[in-house]
């Protein structure tokens, strides 16, 4: 049962427009959720994150945004950039136990 | 600078051939985990450890093993390797915070 799920496995965008990645997931009790970026060979970084009291969370290009009722969130970029190019994942946490990871989205930003 | 560190970053063994996965972070974080990523992108939890000789079992059942004699290190033996063990292991760590922090991944391949 997947709890934590990204249904859109890839996502092509053009440099300078947004990048927007969807996560929906099952369990109401998830209580902070985080985004992370892997490129092939290497392990994942963090990205973003947000707690579940909030709705938005902003770093620089990057804005996370929830929503609870829909149990949905998105991770959005703008602009974009060929950098960006990677597999994104998103994660939910429930109590400080393990991270429940998505599936993963491959972003591929082309000029 | 990395805090978690895994070697070798690439491995290929032959079939039977026993190997040993190291992984070892200077953050004095508790927790510590293994990943299993195949070619698909999902991130697979194949062990954890709460701390100094505490091992759990994971999402996925794996062939390997881990053992946690020290708080900073937390390696991964598989016994005999087959080619179904080719894969990315994946390491990482966590501490009083929500997000994980993982090393450059191995990349295992059994021929």
């Known amino acids: 049962d997947q709890q934590v799920k990204q249904n859109s496995p890839s996502l092509s965008v053009q440099e300078g427009r947004i990048s927007i990645l969807n996560c929906d997931y099952t369990n109401s009790m998830f209580d902070y959720f985080l985004w992370y970026k892997k490129y092939p060979a290497e392990g994942p970084t963090f990205l973003i994150s947000i707690s579940s009291i909030k709705d938005k969370n902003e770093d620089g290009r990057f804005t996370v945004f929830l929503n609870k009722s829909a149990k949905h969130l998105s991770l959005h970029i703008v602009p974009s950039q060929p950098g960006d190019s990677a597999v994104y994942f998103c994660a939910a946490i429930p109590n400080t136990d393990k991270l429940i990871f998505g599936t993963g989205t491959r972003l591929q930003v082309f000029p | 600078e990395a805090d978690i560190y895994q070697t070798p970053r690439y491995l290929v063994i032959g079939t039977g051939k026993k190997i040993t996965l190291e992984c070892s972070q200077t953050m004095g974080h508790d927790k510590m985990y293994w990943y299993q990523q195949d070619p698909g992108m999902e991130l697979h939890l194949i062990h954890y450890?709460?701390?100094?000789?505490?091992?759990e079992k994971g999402d996925l059942s794996s062939e390997s093993t881990v053992s946690r004699i020290r708080t900073e290190h937390f390696p991964l033996t598989l016994e005999s390797a087959r080619p179904s063990h080719t894969s990315q292991y994946l390491c990482a760590s966590s501490g009083q915070g929500y997000g994980y922090t993982f090393g450059s991944g191995t990349r295992l391949t059994v021929v």
């Open positions: 450890s709460y701390g100094v000789n505490s091992t």
